[in-house]
């Protein structure tokens, strides 16, 4: 199809008004408001596409999924909440009524709600968590083709509604969208989109809609968003399930008297009585009343739900998803079941918590297990306490025997899961020590960003390599491989804008998008809890992401820290390397062409930056792959390295440098996706013959 216009598209002109003026009706700048929400999201089949024209066609099977969904839909679920936000973001979702068919309390409801960005105003549009170029942005009109389609005349003056398609324009390559935006000439405001992305996707296609009203005269606000989703990926006799969403925004009050301690940092807050309301409450906020089809959903599905214990299985996948396994009074730890790393080889172990059905206030456990390369047994226990509702003040207590890395660093907050990127250069440390550890560790939430770990430890480690401490330069004699430190430990995490949901018992976090930064002090002082080293030591790591429209996402890590006084091997700072040969597993936040071995530190600081250009760059249509190179630079020094015998070492004053160029997604499936990389080693640093300098990277990402 080609379409000539002659002269200028009268739709840019159009568009370059909206543009221009979306700042103004954008509702994210309004100071503040508020409005009540009722929203409905059912799963079902099109009956129609069963019945393939001939009814008497139809096999058995066909026939009798037909009589299934000609009487109900596969699910359902509501949610009625009252929402208040305040600039400049700043949200907070107060759920007052819940139901879901087949469950009692679903956590889940607040996802109706997260399918579609909030506003068609911002320059990415976000459907199903993938991010689009929106048409209605700056010099839009060289990435979309647009055609005025009709103009809708009014009575009423200065009231006049465009209607424009949009699609990318033929060779260029993004992340873009095809629809309708239906344009007042009211402030040049959307009173009316409907828009889907533009290429087909192999697991489910999804439609969105959002309608927009003039508000008191003054300001344009959605009042309806609508979403709809093709399962390409499921396939029920020969047909697909589609889930269709509707969200109503009513009582809508602009520039509305909200208190910024009314919003705290909880984003989406479930009611204790949410799931258990009457009929009268949500007949005062359904738009129209239930059909029979939706009264037989609820009906038959809550029977099914009941007798399969459906509340309970989604407690089990959420348990799952969090590392642990519910078997009843116990829960069964994931990460504790097996590991691999070079010291150490396969290790084989099993871990047990008691769960929430013994209590909500306590779980006490521990696990042990066995290392078939270093032919030693590891274990460890512990009990945690809730002191307060959500774990924002917490008490662990806890005693291990097992490994720790040499000169590695450790945040209070860390949790060590097996299929995270980042734990990647575990299975390449050599440098172990064995260490016997008893702490005490108190958990608490300073402030409404702020968390805190306070704690002491007592620690005797033992190096697991060929390594001794010199204590004296004058009496080189004086060598001991085995310490004790007492410690006291304060840890901050400040997460600037992190949101949480919550419900009568939980509590989980939705992330934040800007920096997170962490600060970690340790003191070790001779003789207490039979300490023998005096120190201070610093840590810090700061993380953040941003993307950047037809560029991509980048990411960066900050990580760095100090001691002041000599210490053994242990307690320093290896240079976070990542290779023991020319072919590993890519970690990011870790030097991809560094051995794990290769440099000691008391002062060090790296700076870590991927950019991952996604689809831009190549797409066709069975293989699409996302490109993105990386940089990565380390510094660091060691005042006294003769202290340290034995175990051969650089330090890293000169600066270390490498780079890299990732190809990720070049096989994917629903779970996974793989890919290669490949690092050159530059800088001071580097070797002399090239090929040394290479390492090439098996890029992994579990999508969980």
Do not use: C
């Amino acid at each position: 199809e080609v379409l000539i216009i002659a002269g200028e598209n009268p739709a840019h002109r159009i568009i370059r008004n909206a543009v221009e003026n979306r700042k103004l009706n954008n509702p994210r700048n309004i100071s503040s408001y508020s409005f009540n929400s009722y929203d409905k999201m059912i799963f079902t089949i099109n009956a129609d596409s069963l019945r393939h024209g001939d009814t008497m066609a139809l096999d058995s099977a066909d026939l009798k999924l037909l009589k299934v969904i000609e009487n109900q839909h596969l699910f359902m679920m509501e949610s009625v909440s009252e929402h208040k936000y305040l600039f400049p973001d700043r949200s907070h979702d107060k759920i007052i009524a819940t139901r879901a068919s087949g469950f009692k309390d679903p956590l889940f409801i607040f996802l109706i709600t997260q399918m579609q960005s909030a506003s068609f105003y911002d320059e990415l549009i976000s459907i199903a968590g993938a991010n689009y170029i929106n048409p209605v942005s700056p010099n839009s009109e060289n990435l979309y083709f647009f055609n005025l389609e009709d103009t809708i005349y009014s009575d009423q003056p200065n009231d006049s509604t465009f209607v424009i398609s949009f699609r990318p324009r033929p060779g260029k390559n993004f992340d873009g969208m095809k629809g309708l935006l239906y344009i007042s000439n009211n402030l040049w405001a959307i009173k009316n989109v409907i828009a889907a992305p533009a290429r087909t996707n192999e697991s489910f296609e999804m439609r969105i809609q959002q309608m927009y009203e003039f508000i008191d005269g003054k300001q344009w606000f959605p009042v309806q968003l609508n979403t709809e989703i093709t399962f390409n990926n499921i396939n029920l006799n020969k047909t697909r399930p589609v889930g269709i969403g509707k969200s109503y925004r009513r009582d809508i009050v602009l520039d509305a008297e909200i208190i910024g301690k009314d919003i705290a940092n909880i984003a989406v807050e479930i009611t204790p009585t949410a799931g258990r309301q009457a009929d009268t409450l949500w007949n005062q906020y359904r738009i129209d009343s239930l059909t029979l089809r939706e009264i037989n959903t609820y009906r038959i599905v809550d029977s099914v739900g009941k007798a399969n214990s459906f509340d309970n299985r989604m407690k089990g996948l959420a348990a799952m998803m969090s590392g642990k396994v519910p078997l009843g009074y116990l829960d069964l730890d994931l990460n504790r079941l097996m590991r691999y790393n070079t010291y150490e080889g396969f290790y084989l172990g099993i871990g047990l918590h008691t769960s929430e059905r013994v209590s909500r206030f306590y779980s006490v456990g521990g696990y042990v297990g066995y290392g078939f390369k270093d032919k030693d047994f590891k274990y460890g226990t512990d009990l945690l306490l809730r002191l307060q509702r959500y774990e924002n003040l917490t008490l662990r207590l806890k005693y291990a025997y097992d490994l720790e890395e040499s000169g590695g660093t450790n945040f209070f907050d860390d949790v060590i899961t097996v299929l995270h990127p980042e734990n990647y250069r575990r299975f390449y440390l050599t440098r172990m020590d064995r260490s016997e550890t008893v702490e005490a560790m108190v958990g608490f939430r300073v402030f409404r960003y702020l968390k805190a770990g306070l704690g002491i430890t007592r620690s005797h480690k033992k190096a697991a390599f060929d390594y001794a401490y010199q204590q004296n330069e004058d009496d080189p004699a004086v060598l001991t491989s085995e310490h004790t430190f007492g410690k006291l430990i304060l840890g901050l995490k400040f997460a600037w804008g992190e949101k949480f949901i919550r419900n009568a018992t939980q509590q989980a976090s939705l992330g934040t998008k800007f920096p997170v930064l962490w600060v970690q002090y340790t003191n070790s002082t001779a003789g207490f809890l039979d300490g023998q080293f005096d120190y201070n030591r610093f840590d810090a790591k700061l993380k953040f992401s941003f993307i950047t429209r037809l560029v991509g996402k980048t990411d960066v890590q900050l990580t760095g820290g100090f001691i002041d006084n000599p210490a053994p091997y242990s307690e320093l700072f290896n240079g976070h390397g990542s290779r023991t040969s020319t072919f590993s597993v890519y970690s990011p936040g870790a030097f991809a062409t560094m051995r794990t071995d290769e440099f000691l530190n008391d002062r060090f600081a790296a700076i870590f930056i991927t950019h991952n250009f996604g689809k831009l760059l190549f797409r066709s249509e069975f293989f699409e792959p996302e490109l993105g190179f990386a940089f990565n630079a380390g510094f660091g020094s060691l005042e006294e390295p003769w202290r340290h015998r034995f175990a051969t070492f650089k330090t890293m004053e000169k600066g270390y440098y490498e780079s890299g160029i990732l190809v990720s997604n070049i096989l994917k499936s629903a779970f996974s996706a793989l890919g290669l990389g490949l690092f050159y080693r530059s800088g001071p640093y580097s070797f002399d013959d090239f090929e040394k300098n290479l390492t090439l990277k098996l890029t992994l990402n579990f999508k969980l």
